[in-house]
């Protein structure tokens, strides 16, 4: 592990700027500190939704590995130049979602985001990634930024649809089927 934060503020920031793990000072309000705020943003969401899962819950390691890659990307977009997120993760993502996915029902219509708690925070946290991944194309117009970052935050949202999906399936209560279905307005 590098340095330990033996005092949590600085006063460095103060101005307005914020320092990158190769030591360069920044503008806080650059693209690139909003992407690892929006990273951290999604990160804490998830965070969200495992607290609304059981110890043995078999989502829980998948969202927890996710969460730690999420610290790694956060790693990678503060280490310029740094590659820490590989394919070998977005492999990993995918290879989540088809295993989740091939358990639900082909999606007829659209759902709104709910259904239960822990539903309702993982779409939060899919929301929350969807913004993550248009920081990261706004950064990408600028400055390199690696296939697999962008690979990565682009399956995490598709992972936590599918996440939502077989969560709100689990509540009996809701319905038959656990999803809330948009209801398409009628046309006259």
């Known amino acids: 592990m590098g340095n330990r934060l033996s005092k949590i503020y600085t006063r460095t920031g103060d101005d307005g700027t914020t320092g990158l793990g190769n030591g360069d000072r920044i503008g806080k309000e650059s693209v690139r500190v909003e992407a690892m705020g929006s990273v951290d943003e999604t990160n804490s969401a998830i965070g969200m939704v495992v607290c609304e899962l059981e ?20 790693g990678e977009l503060c280490l310029p130049g740094e590659q820490l997120i ?22 007829k219509n659209f759902i709104l985001p709910g259904g239960n708690r822990a539903a309702a925070a993982c779409h939060v946290a899919r929301s929350s990634a969807r913004k993550s991944e248009r920081t990261l194309v706004i950064l990408a117009r600028d400055e390199a930024i690696k296939a697999p970052l962008k690979q990565y935050i682009n399956r995490l ?18 319905g038959a089927e656990g999803e809330i279905l948009w209801q398409a307005p009628q046309r006259s």
């Open 157 to 174: 949202s598709d992972l936590l649809f599918v996440v939502a999906r077989v969560l709100a399936r689990r509540d009996p209560s809701i």
């Open 55 to 74: 110890q043995d819950d078999m989502l829980r390691p998948v969202l927890l590995r996710v969460q730690n890659d999420l610290f790694d990307l956060g």
């Open 86 to 107: 590989q394919m070998s993760h977005v492999t990993y993502l995918e290879e989540q979602i088809d295993v989740l996915n091939e358990q639900l029902p082909p999606l």
